[in-house]
């Protein structure tokens, strides 16, 4: 049995970060006493808020922290040689390669380790990565700014297999984006026309410009494109281009699998 702990019971990740004065580099603890222990691999590129991670899941055994990393790759190398029950990352870290970092790291794991339960903990405020995050199959989300009790709590949670766990705070931001829980996880494709025009979109070409490129009017180029932007669940222009932009690194082309089975 998990020991839950209340929410109000720690200062937030952050906060507690603050408080350390030495820097945590990574480490392994090769040793596990006990066959109960849920092992974790921590990895976060900030080593203040690594130390305070790593010290948040030691007050909820059987939960043990037996690695500590610093960046994607060497979260994936570690993987290769120490077992564990779930790994606990950063989503925005400093990556060294195209595919160690963001949506592309994620990918990764769930393709290396589909049965591997990873939660992810963010700063993030868009919706629309949010929800790219949570297709791509992650056991939870938690914020950075949720008490470091609530990402325990997470981390218990994510072990039952059930669909994506969210923090409070992270769903908080999803009703201020007017996103229910169950929109959330829920999968609505694009239109082939609706995706064209937010690809262009997302690549910088005006709303005038897509019009005179694909031979429709400007009314219904930018109704095209307020739909894409519901389904996805982006609220502002600037989130529609990241949101191309981290779609076409992480190669999540699989947004027009469901486009591409409405024009067969």
Do not use: W
């Amino acid at each position: 049995m998990f020991l839950k702990i209340a929410n109000n019971a720690r200062p937030s990740i952050r906060a507690c970060s603050r408080r350390c004065t030495h820097q945590h580099h990574a480490t392994v603890d090769q040793t596990t006493d006990s066959t109960l222990d849920v092992r974790i691999v921590v990895a976060d590129d900030h080593p203040l808020i690594l130390f305070a991670v790593t010290e948040a899941l030691k007050i909820a055994p059987p939960l043990k922290v037996v690695a500590a990393v610093r960046s994607g790759k060497e979260l994936l190398a570690t993987l290769e040689t120490q077992p564990c029950e779930l790994v606990v990352t950063d989503f925005s870290m400093q990556p060294t390669q195209a595919d160690d970092d963001g949506l592309p790291l994620i990918q990764r794991l769930r393709h290396l380790h589909p049965d591997l339960p990873v939660v992810v903990f963010t700063m993030l405020t868009n919706g629309s990565i949010l929800h790219r995050i949570t297709q791509m199959g992650v056991a939870g989300i938690a914020s950075k700014q949720d008490s470091v009790t609530t990402l325990v709590n997470i981390c218990a949670d994510a072990l039952t297999g059930k669909r994506t766990v969210l923090s409070l705070e992270v769903t908080k931001r999803l009703t201020r984006a007017n996103i229910t829980a169950d929109a959330f996880h829920s999968r609505q494709p694009l239109s082939p026309h609706e995706f064209e025009v937010a690809r262009l979109y997302g690549l910088g070409i005006s709303v005038t410009e897509i019009a005179q490129r694909l031979n429709r009017s400007v009314t219904t180029v930018a109704t095209q494109k307020r739909a894409a932007m519901r389904k996805l669940h982006i609220e502002t222009n600037a989130d529609l281009v990241r949101f191309v932009t981290d779609v076409m690194l992480s190669r999540a082309s699989d947004i027009s699998q469901p486009m591409e089975a409405e024009m067969a």
